[in-house]
């Protein structure tokens, strides 16, 4: 399990330890899995794949809603395969919760009512998080307190189970653990903070050159679903609503990528049971495999 934060340069050592092992790479990503989402989310080329099969990348179209359940049912699916002929798989990304799932299991929970899941995004997509913060703190005040109150999936997904249950989904949240027929071994991808800013500045100005705001435009009909209500997507949305100039939406890119990127890292840090190294550590791949 090879996790860390944005722009860490977590794909290419997952890949060099997974060539190692002669195994394959399971995405745990939560955007990189959509087709027409390849620029604004650095999903990992074929070059860059490097010859390892690469699971849960480029695997539905953007307008297919996943949950976390579905990637904890997906992610064990693709495990069965990779063991039928390997007794080692990698599993790669950045998407806390997803990681968390494969791992731990999730609780059961009752169905949400998608009307109210489209009302609820439609109107966060038009009114902005503010909005959201705002519904959250007065409808499901228990949430609001325990929450990273920042992160628009985990608002919207509390205030649809609240409007469609009654319930704050809090009392869901049994933490219990489910066994997994597999042992796990956490690995976590960290670098000094200004070396990390940096190379997440220099990622979004790459992204530019290869043409995300062409593959922003492209996506610009959708922009209601949820799927991309994302980091790089969102902000060009914005420019070209007018909102904003171009140069801002680039500046904001990088800030909320910044931001998202100490939220990976808090999210992670709370895992005691993750082993931690630095990415350009000369021998950092070695290192890794020492572990197995």
């Known amino acids: 399990?090879?996790?860390?934060?944005?722009?860490?340069?977590?794909?290419?050592?997952?890949?060099?330890?997974?060539?190692?092992?002669?195994?394959?790479?399971i995405s745990a990503d939560s955007r990189q899995c959509y087709k027409e989402m390849s620029v604004g989310t650095?999903?990992?080329t074929l070059h860059e794949q490097g010859g390892v099969q690469h699971y849960?990348?480029?695997?539905?179209?953007v307008d297919t809603p996943l949950s976390v359940a579905d990637y904890e049912q997906l992610a064990l699916g693709y495990l069965e395969e990779i063991f039928t002929n390997n007794n080692a798989a990698v599993v790669c990304g950045?998407?806390?919760?997803?990681?968390?799932?494969?791992?731990?299991?999730?609780?059961?929970?009752?169905?949400?009512?998608?009307v109210i899941n489209k009302q609820v995004n439609d109107t966060y997509a038009t009114n902005g998080i503010l909005w959201?913060?705002?519904?959250?703190?007065?409808?499901?005040?228990?949430?609001?307190?325990q929450a990273e109150i920042h992160n628009p999936a985990r608002l919207i997904r509390a205030l649809v189970f609240k409007r469609s249950t009654g319930e704050s989904i809090t009392r869901y949240r049994t933490a219990a653990v489910k066994e997994r027929p597999f042992n796990i071994?956490?690995?976590?991808?960290?670098?000094?903070?200004?070396?990390?800013?940096?190379?997440?500045?220099?990622r979004v100005d790459i992204m530019m050159e290869q043409g995300l705001e062409q593959e922003a435009r492209s996506l610009y009909p959708m922009r209601h679903l949820k799927n991309?209500?994302?980091?790089?997507?969102?902000?060009?949305?914005?420019?070209?609503?007018?909102?904003?100039?171009?140069?801002?939406?680039?500046?904001?890119?990088?800030?909320?990528?910044?931001?998202?990127?100490?939220?990976?890292?808090?999210?992670?840090?709370?895992?005691?049971?993750?082993?931690?190294?630095?990415?350009?550590?000369?021998?950092?791949?070695?290192?890794?495999?020492?572990?197995?």
């Open 42 to 44: 650095a999903k990992p």
């Open 132 to 145: 959201l913060q705002q519904c959250v703190r007065q409808e499901d005040p228990e949430f609001y307190a």
């Open 185 to 202: 071994i956490k690995v976590g991808l960290d670098l000094p903070r200004e070396a990390l800013y940096e190379r997440i500045n220099q």
């Open 228 to 292: 991309l209500q994302t980091v790089g997507y969102a902000e060009l949305f914005a420019y070209f609503d007018g909102q904003c100039t171009h140069g801002h939406a680039i500046d904001k890119i990088k800030q909320n990528s910044r931001n998202y990127a100490k939220r990976q890292l808090t999210w992670f840090k709370k895992d005691k049971t993750v082993q931690w190294f630095r990415a350009d550590g000369t021998n950092v791949v070695h290192d890794i495999l020492t572990l197995l």
């Open 1 to 25: 399990m090879i996790q860390g934060p944005t722009a860490v340069g977590k794909t290419a050592i997952a890949v060099a330890v997974a060539r190692q092992l002669g195994t394959a790479i």
């Open 56 to 61: 849960f990348i480029d695997a539905f179209p």
């Open 94 to 114: 950045g998407t806390g919760l997803y990681i968390k799932a494969l791992c731990e299991g999730i609780d059961t929970m009752p169905a949400i009512n998608e």
